[in-house]
């Protein structure tokens, strides 16, 4: 079954310490996202990657990392978390091409760091 | 800086009902335009997309209108159904770029 494939669903933390988020495809896409999801704010896309070794900071980068060392893996990782950074996480990701193609989305991370 | 910008924020109509949500984009360069859908728990969905050469596409009882002189689009779902109760999103994207840039949604309650 093709899908997005997050971990974890839920996560509570504390302030400044460390975490990762895991992303994995299964379906070869090139392109991969992770985005915040807060009421009222819609989808803010963090940082994106359009192939292995290439990232790029999208609207809201400040307090996130990312790697791409291989295509299907696009983890999210946050140094030393606030509690600013509470918020619905989705991973997404989607073919390359000139044709615009649709973003498959993961199940969410729901994150609380207190 | 807000680049689609999505209204209403909530939108409550009747079973059988017209459901309308609009959209609005500053950047001329994008030239590809999807909706998605969105269960509560659940990740976003596409629904339906258009390109800017065309004034309007229909999906079932999903059709999008676009004004490209009015850097606009909405979602029109016709004949709304208690199942259509999600939140939708706009987004808008151009050309080979890995940016997808997204509304602020809408939450559409359908009531029986």
């Known amino acids: 079954e093709a899908q997005v494939t997050q971990n974890p669903r839920y996560l509570i933390t504390v302030t400044g310490k460390k975490l990762t988020v895991t992303c994995s495809q299964n379906?070869?896409?090139?392109?991969m996202s992770w985005y915040r999801q807060d009421p009222g704010l819609g989808l803010r896309q963090i940082y994106y990657?359009?192939?292995?070794?290439?990232?790029d900071k999208g609207d809201v980068p400040e307090g996130y990392k990312v790697s791409r060392k291989e295509k299907r893996n696009f983890p999210l990782i946050l140094e030393s978390p606030s509690p600013n950074q509470t918020s619905l996480y989705f991973c997404?990701?989607?073919?390359?091409?000139?044709?615009?193609?649709?973003?498959?989305f993961g199940q969410g991370t729901r994150l609380t760091v207190v | 800086q807000q680049q689609v910008k999505q209204s209403p924020q909530s939108l409550i109509v009747q079973k059988g009902g017209i459901s309308i949500i609009n959209c609005a984009y500053e950047n001329t360069a994008f030239d590809y335009f999807p909706w998605y859908q969105q269960f509560p728990g659940k990740g976003p969905a596409l629904l339906i997309a258009?390109?800017?050469?065309?004034s309007e596409k229909k999906e079932g009882r999903f059709t999008i209108s676009f004004n490209k002189s009015a850097k606009q689009f909405s979602l029109h779902i016709m004949d709304s159904q208690p199942g259509d109760s999600a939140t939708y999103f706009c987004a808008a994207t151009s050309g080979n770029t890995g940016k997808l840039i997204f509304g602020q949604g809408t939450t559409l309650q359908v009531k029986p």
């Open positions: 997404a990701s989607r073919n390359a091409g000139t044709a615009n193609t649709e973003a498959f």
């Open positions: 379906m070869n896409h090139e392109y």
């Open positions: 258009i390109r800017p050469d065309v």
């Open positions: 990657s359009m192939n292995v070794e290439v990232t």
